[in-house]
């Protein structure tokens, strides 16, 4: 009986790399289908970006509602163009001690008031000079600007430098009183005429000052409580001697008031 020849049978197994239960066929979608997702992520990317602008311009305030307030820019200063010295005159027998008519001025801080009595019959030109100004408007909004402990404080410059004034000067007239606590006297360079809006407080006994030609024109009969917190606020420290200078951060005047008898 012939023996039937053995032949080794072929399997199946995959030769491609392929692990079994996954196809050889792409997984991607047919080209149509591509092409249509591809617009659909185009659409939503663009209006993804509208919408992101959109917010951003919102935030801004560039449409829906207005934009970030800005910070209020200082009121402008009025124009003093038109003011003129005094029509006073200097006094050629002045009596022999300050003396007024009764006429007050305030000076309001936010630290408090300063009152003071205004010397309108020993030192008219000053007096009436400071009393023109305050009726104008022109003290309103101004600091004092220098500050010396033991001494002074000094205001009524309207650029705070030490340098400023009305845009004019008025005579010199001769001095009544004494450089004492609480007077209040125009400050002035060592020209001749040369004083103008600005003034000092005295807030010690000051007799130095003596033959300096500051006019007396007043004395601070209330608020030396508020004079002596201005003159210990911080300074710059540039003036006699480091004791003392240019205000860091000046008490303002913010309304000066004039009271007639």
């Not at 997702?37 to 992101?52: F, K």
């Amino acid at each position: 009986m012939a023996k039937r020849k053995h032949t080794a049978q072929r399997t199946h197994s995959s030769t491609t790399g392929e692990r079994p239960g996954f196809s050889r066929r792409s997984n991607l979608p047919p080209p149509s289908a591509r092409r249509s997702s591809t617009t659909t992520w185009l659409v939503l990317g663009g209006v993804g970006v509208i919408a992101a602008l959109a917010v951003l311009a919102y935030a801004a305030g560039w449409i829906g509602k207005p934009g970030a307030t800005p910070s209020p820019s200082p009121a402008p200063r009025p124009s003093f163009a038109n003011l003129a010295p005094p029509s006073a005159t200097p006094l050629a027998n002045p009596p022999a001690a300050p003396a007024g008519d009764g006429t007050t001025a305030t000076i309001h801080t936010d630290l408090g008031d300063i009152v003071i009595e205004l010397y309108t019959d020993s030192a008219p030109v000053a007096a009436t000079n400071f009393i023109n100004l305050a009726n104008a408007g022109f003290y309103n909004g101004v600091g004092f600007h220098r500050l010396v402990p033991d001494f002074m404080i000094q205001g009524g410059d309207p650029e705070g430098t030490g340098r400023g004034g009305p845009g004019y000067t008025i005579k010199d007239e001769p001095v009544v009183g004494s450089y004492t606590r609480g007077v209040v006297a125009m400050a002035r360079t060592s020209a001749p005429n040369s004083q103008g809006s600005q003034f000092f407080i005295i807030v010690k006994d000051s007799p130095f000052l003596v033959g300096g030609k500051y006019t007396i024109f007043g004395t601070v009969t209330q608020g030396m409580d508020v004079v002596d917190q201005i003159v210990t606020r911080p300074t710059a420290n540039d003036d006699q001697g480091g004791r003392g200078g240019t205000a860091l951060d000046p008490v303002i005047m913010r309304q000066v008031t004039i009271q007639a008898p």
